[in-house]
Nanobody, 117 residues
Framework: QVQLVESGGGLVQPGGSLRLSCAVS????????MAWYRQVPGKQRELVAG???????NYADSAKGRFTISMDNAKNTVSLQMNSLKPEDTAVYYC???????????WGQGTQVTVSS
């Protein structure tokens, strides 16, 4: 069974930084890609940033220039460095992973990020 465990959320002032991490454990062949999504109450979950095992990245327009996603293939972890945080970045952030030869997509339990003064 595959598990994703996120860490690093919390309360930060506007303009501050946070780093989210997600560790993947369990039995799987390899990771194809990973991503960070976020969700606020009453809205759909949205993609923040994604990365492939080859290192290709994509970002939501709201994240470009402020957030950086990175992946450690050897450790099966993905991180999201978030700088210049804004109140509108407040959300529950979810880690997502897709494995080779597996149709399922996997999610972490979510970590709360609150940007407020």
């Amino acid at each position: 069974q595959v598990q994703l465990v996120e860490s690093g959320g919390g309360l930060v002032q506007p303009g501050g930084s946070l780093r989210l991490s997600c560790a993947v454990s369990g039995r799987f062949f390899s990771i194809n890609n990973m991503a960070w999504y976020r969700q606020v109450p009453g809205k759909q979950r949205e993609l923040v940033a994604g990365i492939t095992s080859g290192g290709s990245t994509n970002y939501a327009d709201s994240a470009k220039g402020r957030f950086t996603i990175s992946m450690d293939n050897a450790k099966n972890t993905v991180s999201l460095q978030m700088n210049s945080l804004k109140p509108e970045d407040t959300a529950v952030y979810y880690c997502n992973a897709n494995m080779q030869y597996v149709l399922n997509t996997y999610w972490g339990q979510g970590t709360q990020v609150t940007v407020s003064s």
